[in-house]
């Protein structure tokens, strides 16, 4: 089971620059060309801001461009909300946020109401998706129905555990700028998850990779797709720097994942074939 995690697409309606002068769709289509070579990928996930504007057009393109790539995998997209998105204007495009290889729905084992919590079934695995947006603010929360919809699926074990996406991480950016996590109830979560099978949990957001954990699941907080945000400026500054990143999620045991940054860039060398095969004969372990 392998998983494609994007995050923070970030596109707008217009065609309009991001904020940092990124060409968001370009950016979309730059990174999935880049992972074209990548052939299997059972499920697409993306959590999160994927508009930036809120427009309709936005969450268009995101459906067609990632919906193509996932297409000609065979694979789902689910897709979540984020703090600069339209909770209407998702809903009109990609309703649930679950969406089949062909693009239009998936089959949906279970869906809340307005706030869009969702769960999908795929090779043993539950995959559940939450709404965190708070309107008008960065923040996110899980709300008390989401909360109590969740304790009654999850009463029920799936047969190879259960994944959670959303896009406010539950542990906190790890320099002074941002202490808090941005899921503002992150304790509500850990209490309702706590005893259950849920292994993983992918957010978005912080627009860098960061790893912890809350009670029982492993909590893997995923690159963003518009641009990268580095840590190296120290703790009281915040350094944005263009390129896209994803990730390729291991679940073949979904208690112990496996997380890959997948990175778009200039390739400097590339071995393959038999070339490869040599290369990896002649290495031992400790090498």
């Given at each position: 089971?392998?998983?494609?995690?994007?995050?923070?697409?970030?596109?707008?309606?217009?065609?309009?620059?991001?904020?940092?002068?990124?060409?968001?769709?370009?950016?979309?289509?730059?990174?999935?060309?880049?992972?074209?070579?990548?052939?299997?990928?059972?499920?697409?996930?993306?959590?999160?801001?994927?508009?930036?504007?809120?427009?309709?057009?936005?969450?268009?393109?995101?459906?067609?461009?990632?919906?193509?790539?996932?297409?000609?995998?065979?694979?789902?997209?689910?897709?979540?909300?984020?703090?600069?998105?339209?909770?209407?204007?998702?809903?009109?495009?990609?309703?649930?946020?679950?969406?089949?290889?062909?693009?239009?729905?998936?089959?949906?084992?279970?869906?809340?109401?307005?706030?869009?919590?969702?769960?999908?079934?795929?090779?043993?695995?539950?995959?559940?998706?939450?709404?965190?947006?708070?309107?008008?603010?960065?923040?996110?929360?899980?709300?008390?129905?989401?909360?109590?919809?969740?304790?009654?699926?999850?009463?029920?074990?799936?047969?190879?555990?259960?994944?959670?996406?959303?896009?406010?991480?539950?542990?906190?950016?790890?320099?002074?700028?941002?202490?808090?996590?941005?899921?503002?109830?992150?304790?509500?979560?850990?209490?309702?998850?706590?005893?259950?099978?849920?292994?993983?949990?992918?957010?978005?957001?912080?627009?860098?990779?960061?790893?912890?954990?809350?009670?029982?699941?492993?909590?893997?907080?995923?690159?963003?797709?518009?641009?990268?945000?580095?840590?190296?400026?120290?703790?009281?500054?915040?350094?944005?720097?263009?390129?896209?990143?994803?990730?390729?999620?291991?679940?073949?045991?979904?208690?112990?994942?496996?997380?890959h940054t997948l990175q778009a860039g200039t390739t400097i060398a590339e071995i393959g074939g038999e070339q490869l095969r040599e290369a990896l004969q002649g290495t031992s372990p400790d090498d």
């Amino acid at each position: 089971m392998r998983v494609l995690h994007l995050s923070d697409t970030h596109l707008t309606g217009d065609g309009s620059l991001h904020r940092t002068g990124i060409d968001a769709k370009a950016a979309l289509a730059g990174l999935l060309a880049h992972l074209e070579p990548l052939r299997r990928i059972d499920l697409v996930v993306v959590t999160g801001d994927i508009a930036d504007d809120g427009a309709t057009g936005a969450y268009e393109l995101a459906r067609d461009l990632i919906g193509a790539y996932a297409a000609d995998r065979g694979a789902p997209v689910l897709f979540t909300t984020g703090n600069a998105d339209d909770r209407r204007n998702f809903t009109e495009v990609l309703g649930s946020g679950h969406l089949g290889p062909s693009g239009g729905p998936c089959a949906v084992d279970a869906v809340d109401g307005p706030d869009r919590a969702a769960a999908t079934a795929r090779d043993g695995i539950r995959f559940v998706t939450l709404d965190t947006l708070v309107p008008g603010k960065v923040h996110g929360r899980i709300g008390t129905a989401q909360l109590a919809w969740l304790r009654g699926l999850l009463a029920a074990p799936a047969p190879r555990g259960t994944v959670l996406a959303f896009h406010h991480p539950p542990i906190r950016f790890p320099n002074a700028i941002q202490e808090p996590p941005t899921l503002i109830n992150p304790g509500d979560l850990a209490e309702a998850i706590d005893g259950t099978d849920v292994r993983v949990i992918l957010t978005g957001h912080y627009h860098l990779q960061l790893a912890g954990r809350l009670g029982p699941a492993m909590v893997w907080t995923g690159p963003a797709v518009v641009n990268r945000r580095d840590l190296s400026c120290g703790d009281d500054a915040v350094r944005y720097v263009a390129g896209s990143a994803a990730t390729l999620i291991d679940l073949a045991d979904p208690a112990a994942p496996v997380f890959h940054t997948l990175q778009a860039g200039t390739t400097i060398a590339e071995i393959g074939g038999e070339q490869l095969r040599e290369a990896l004969q002649g290495t031992s372990p400790d090498d």
